[in-house]
C-alpha cells in the first residue's frame, strides 16, 4: 500500500522534474489501519509535490520510512519557496484558488497521527520543509 503511494507520487513528482528520493523499509510489525496510512502519506508527499514544484532551480523531495521495534517514523523533506503562512500557530494553504477546500492536508495527518498517540513535528528553513511523523506500534 506504502509502495503504490509512493511510487505514484515519485512518477507525478519526476515527471514535473523534481527529484525524488526514497530511503524505506518493509513493514513488518505495522499495526496502523489502512485508511490512517493512507491518509498521512498520500497528504504528506501532495503537499510536497505541491511546494517542490513551485521551484524553478533544483526542486526535491526526500522520504525516509523506517520501522523499529516499537515505532513507525515518517520523514517527508522538500524544498519550497520560503513562503511558509502560518495562521493561528498552524501552517496555512498556500492556495489562493478554492481556499475553502485546502488546507487540510496537515490536519488530517495529525489526527491521523493522533488517533496512535504518535508526534506530526513541522520545522522549516527559508529553503527546506520538513515534517517528522513517528507513531508508536
Known amino acids: 500500500l506504502i509502495d503504490a503511494i509512493v511510487n505514484a507520487k515519485h512518477k507525478e513528482a ?16 505495522c ?3 489502512d485508511e490512517d496510512i493512507i491518509v498521512i502519506i498520500s497528504n504528506l508527499l501532495n503537499n510536497a509535490v505541491e511546494a517542490a514544484e513551485k521551484l524553478e532551480e533544483n526542486p526535491y523531495i526526500f522520504v525516509k520510512i523506517k520501522e523499529t521495534e516499537d515505532t513507525l517514523q515518517i520523514q517527508v523533506k522538500n524544498s519550497h519557496t520560503g513562503q511558509i503562512q502560518v495562521a493561528d500557530g498552524e501552517i496555512a494553504t498556500g492556495k489562493k484558488e478554492d481556499s475553502a477546500n485546502h488546507g487540510f492536508g496537515i490536519k488530517n495527518v495529525k489526527t491521523a497521527v493522533n488517533k496512535y498517540g504518535g ?4 520545522s522549516y528553513t527559508d ?11
Open 14 to 29: 519526476t515527471a514535473k522534474g523534481i527529484k525524488f528520493s526514497v530511503q524505506a523499509e518493509k513493514l513488518h510489525n
Open 31 to 33: 499495526t496502523i489501519q
Open 119 to 122: 508526534q506530526c513535528n513541522i
Open 127 to 137: 529553503s527546506e520543509f520538513t515534517v517528522d511523523v513517528e507513531i508508536s506500534l
